[in-house]
């Protein structure tokens, strides 16, 4: 069993910065990956960055690129996201995610999820 909890969000103006976090407990050495992903209101879920458990290997999307840098806390057993130059495209809820079977992109190959922590950026 894994437990995710997300924290860090809030509000700022275009430009701005935010950091992330995700605290994870329980069982997660099956999941070799993590990620972040959000959901804007009436959009779909998508991925935002995605890391390995080893830490070394990450993946972003295009429209954070850049900007956002996932990395994991092993001492705080915990997932960052330190979103730098944020646009007001970059609103939503945020969550972080573990990994289980398929893409790395894909919602339905996560099994485990946090309950949010929403984001929103005033231009």
């Known amino acids: 069993q894994v437990q995710l909890v997300e924290s860090g969000g809030g509000s700022v103006q275009a430009g701005g910065s935010l950091r992330l976090s995700c605290v994870a407990s329980?069982?997660?050495?099956?999941?070799?990956?993590m990620a972040w992903f959000r959901q804007a209101p009436g959009k779909e879920r998508e991925g935002v960055a995605v890391?390995?458990?080893?830490?070394?290997?990450?993946a972003y999307a295009a429209s954070v690129k850049g900007r956002f840098t996932i990395s994991l806390d092993n001492a705080q057993n915990t997932m960052n996201l330190q979103m730098n130059s944020l646009k007001p495209e970059d609103i939503g809820m945020y969550y972080c995610?573990?990994?289980?079977?398929?893409?790395?992109?894909?919602?339905?190959?996560?099994?485990?999820w946090g309950q949010g922590t929403q984001v929103t950026v005033s231009s």
């Open positions: 995610a573990a990994h289980s079977a398929g893409g790395i992109w894909d919602v339905g190959a996560y099994n485990y």
């Open positions: 329980g069982n997660t050495r099956t999941s070799n990956f």
């Open positions: 890391i390995h458990r080893g830490g070394i290997s990450t």
